[in-house]
Each structure stands twice: as structure tokens, then as C-alpha cells.
């Protein structure tokens, strides 16, 4: 098969596209700045520019492909309100799916996440199968905007799309050049996160999580989600692994209450004085209330479950880190 992915060169569409690689498919990288394509040295791949909402150039650039997997999906940067982040996220998500439909690519995976699904009323992992009942109540863009595009997937899916959600859970691994999820990493070991919010957390190395999207492409069922779950944990047990194999002091707890009041606090100095980013960002404060365990039992359809431990998910990603001097 002939598989294209977006955002290649961000941490799961790079290990999406190893696994399109070691299974022998051909691969076909959708990317926008030229210059981000040094980070696909290892790989061989046909490149295809196009600005990810331009729909014209997508349907262009998909041209003559089977499948396609989309780890671009739009992330909150500056703040701004969240109403604003939904419509730009789900217009630019529009774009590819139309352009997807006008090339006729017969697979589709949207890469969601697991703060689109709501806690169990039974106190169970989520297993993918549960659903808000209308807007979830809470306005922090970051879930306001993984919600409506989950949704999204799922109407498209229920119209004829052949669109599949695959779901990682919280990835670390090499090539998070960000860092994204990684930034829990380097802020312990470099000794700049001395505190951290209690919670509940399924991790999941970037590896896994990069084949269970490649499996959802090839064997899942529009319209289904996959939970691409690794291990689940807490952030008391998480941050006490990272700082032991960092060798450096854990962090210590701190109540969600004050984390949100900082942030709000920052948020306000950036949006009335501004200059720097908030530490503490609407996003950050979502993933860190929001956290749950995960069940990944259904994705054993699809030939998916985890094969990293725990304690070599964060080594090799630690490892990483350090190779490239960002801790």
C-alpha cells in the first residue's frame, strides 16, 4: 500500500511512518516547512508539500494513495478563547477530510485523544466506546477542541467517511522535538518541575502507539475508536520513575486548585501585558485534570497491545532527550 502521513516529522507520525516502513508499505510524507524534513533522515519516503488547510493542495498531494494517517490534528499555542480554537480546528480538519474524500483515499485515521472521552459513571477505565452526552461543561479550549474534533470524525464516519480514531495514550519516545508529552521528562530531569498534579495516567511508548495507528489504518472499522493503551499508572508512581532514572530529587505534589489559579493568573498577565507564553497553559492544565486509566482490550481486534514496559518507555525516551541535549 501507498500510506501518507501528516505531521511525520512531530513524535507519532514519526513512528507511524517507521512502522509503514517495517511492515513494507511505501510512504508518502505531507509536510509544509522543508526544513522540518531533516528530522526523516532515517526514513525513505516520497515528500509531498501542502498547507494542511488548503484543501486544494491536499487533494494534490494525496493523489494515488491508499491510506492516510492525520497526527497533524490543530493544538492550542497562544491563548485565546476557546470557541475560536474549535471553529479553526475543526475548519482546518474539514479541509483534509474533503480533500481526502476528492482523492478518493479509501482509509482514513484521525489521531485523537483520550480527553474526548468522559469518565465512566462506574469508575471503570474508559474503553473508547464512551461519549458526551452533549458540549462537555468545562470551556478549556484543549478539551473543547479534541471533543469537536472527535466528533467530527465520528458524524463524517456515520455520513460514509471512511474515517477510523486511533487514540494514544499519554506517548513519550524519541522525536519529540517539542516536547510535547516530553516535556514531563525534561522538566524533571532538568530539575525545573519541582511540583506536579495528582492524577490518574495510562502511558504508552511513542513505538506502540505509532504501530497501533498503522493497525487502525489497516484493519479498523470506520466510524470505531482504538485506544492505543500502554500502562496504567499514577503521576505519584510516574514522577518518582522518571526522577529515579534521571537520578535527580522527585518533584512533590501540589493541589489542582492553586495549579489553576497560577495559571489563570499567567494567563491574564499574557493576555493584558503580554511577552512570554503562560508556564501553565489552559492545555497543560486539562491533561493534568483530566487523566484517567484506560482499558485497550478492544483494540486486541485490530492486533494491537503494548510490548515497551513502563520503566523502558521513560528510559528510552530519557535517553533520547539527552542525546539531543534537551535535558
Known amino acids: 500500500m501507498r500510506i501518507a502521513i501528516l505531521g511525520a516529522t512531530g513524535m507519532l507520525g514519526h513512528h507511524a511512518a517507521r512502522a509503514v516502513l517495517d511492515d513494507g508499505h511505501q510512504l508518502v510524507v505531507l509536510y509544509r516547512d522543508p526544513a522540518s524534513l531533516a528530522r526523516l533522515a532515517d526514513l525513505r519516503y516520497e515528500g509531498r508539500q501542502a498547507e494542511l488547510a488548503d484543501r486544494v493542495a491536499l487533494t494534490r498531494a494525496l493523489q494515488g494513495v491508499d491510506g492516510v494517517i492525520n497526527a497533524a490534528a490543530p493544538y492550542p499555542s497562544a491563548p485565546r478563547p476557546w470557541r475560536e480554537e474549535v471553529i479553526s480546528a475543526t475548519q482546518q480538519m474539514q479541509a483534509f477530510y474533503h480533500a481526502a474524500d476528492d482523492a478518493k483515499v479509501a482509509r482514513v485515521v484521525y489521531v485523537g485523544s483520550a480527553i474526548a472521552l468522559p469518565r465512566r459513571a462506574d469508575g471503570k477505565p474508559a474503553d473508547g466506546s464512551e461519549r458526551y452526552a452533549g458540549e462537555p461543561a468545562s470551556h478549556n479550549p484543549y478539551l473543547q ?76 472499522a470506520p466510524g470505531q475508536r482504538y485506544l492505543l493503551a500502554g500502562h496504567n499508572t499514577d503521576m505519584d508512581e510516574l514522577t518518582a520513575l522518571i526522577a529515579r532514572l534521571a537520578k535527580v530529587p522527585a518533584p512533590k505534589p501540589a493541589p489542582l486548585a492553586l495549579t489553576r489559579a497560577l495559571g489563570r493568573a499567567q494567563v491574564w498577565r499574557y493576555r493584558t501585558l503580554g511577552g512570554a507564553l503562560p508556564a501553565i497553559s489552559d492545555t497543560a492544565i486539562a ?41
Not at 482490550?297 to 503494548?306: D, T
Open 145 to 220: 477542541m479534541k471533543w469537536a474534533m472527535d466528533e467530527q470524525a465520528l458524524h463524517l464516519a456515520a455520513k460514509g467517511l471512511p474515517v477510523v480514531i486511533g487514540i494514544p495514550a499519554m506517548s513519550f519516545g524519541e522525536h519529540d522535538y517539542g516536547p510535547t508529552t516530553g516535556q514531563l521528562i525534561t522538566g524533571i530531569a532538568k530539575r525545573r518541575m519541582t511540583r506536579y498534579v495528582r492524577g490518574e495516567r495510562n502511558v504508552v511508548a511513542a513505538s506502540d502507539a505509532g504501530r497501533g495507528l498503522l493497525l487502525a489504518l489497516l484493519r479498523g
Open 287 to 327: 491533561v493534568m485534570s483530566a487523566g484517567q486509566h484506560l482499558d485497550g482490550s478492544r483494540s486486541l481486534a485490530i492486533g494491537y497491545a503494548p510490548t515497551v514496559s513502563l520503566e523502558d518507555t521513560v528510559e528510552r525516551a530519557l535517553r533520547w532527550f539527552r542525546a539531543q541535549r534537551m535535558c
